[in-house]
């Protein structure tokens, strides 16, 4: 991928990463994760049947759960301790 159509698609994950031009897989991965993190009380099966429709097995599935827990956690212990970012991510 060249360097333009990387910073285009960053942008556009940046801007709503529902009308970004990315694979089913990829749209099925990010809608999942998106639920998981805003609202995870409302993850029921039919969520991870998406995931399985979408070409992902049980591992592929747990491992995109697991990352996107342990991201939600450690974010949360970060603003628990009122980490701040570098400034290099301003």
């Known amino acids: 991928m060249a360097d333009t159509e ?3 698609l960053i ?3 940046c801007d709503d990463y ?3 031009a990315l694979t089913p897989e990829d749209l099925a991965m990010l809608r999942y994760t998106d639920k998981l993190t805003l609202t995870p ?3 029921t099966g039919e969520d991870v049947t998406a995931l399985r429709n979408a070409g992902f097995d ?3 599935i747990h491992d995109i759960c697991t990352i996107a827990a342990y991201f939600a956690f450690v974010n949360r212990i970060a603003d628990g301790l009122g980490v701040e970012l570098e400034s290099r991510f301003y």
């Open 6 to 8: 990387q910073e285009s």
């Open 58 to 60: 049980d591992r592929g």
């Open 18 to 20: 529902k009308k970004a």
């Open 11 to 13: 942008a556009a994950l």
């Open 41 to 43: 009380g409302k993850i």
